[in-house]
């Protein structure tokens, strides 16, 4: 799988990334699962601007992890 990256980004969006991600990781463990490390591992390159939410998000659902209903 091919992740497109994105350039560099500031502070204020890369906080703005990690409280996104946290928010997402407690409604996960509210519905008690726990993320897997490659889906963290996905998180942690969103938050450092690396892919975009576009490329998180489809990297996420084309994951090995994510099962459907």
């Known amino acids: 799988m091919t992740i497109e990256t ?17 928010f997402a990781r407690g409604n996960v463990r509210h519905e008690g699962g726990i993320l897997s490390d490659e889906i963290e591992q ?9 892919i975009d939410s ?13 099962q459907p209903h």
């Not at 994105?6 to 946290?22: G, K, L, P």
């Not at 996905?42 to 690396?50: D, H, K, S, W």
């Not at 998180?56 to 992890?65: D, E, M």
């Open 42 to 50: 996905l998180n942690a390159r969103y938050i450092a601007g690396e």
């Open 6 to 22: 994105t350039s560099q980004i500031s502070a204020a969006e890369r906080a703005r990334r990690h409280r996104e991600v946290d």
């Open 54 to 66: 576009n490329a998180l998000t489809n990297a996420i659902l084309s994951s090995q992890t994510v």
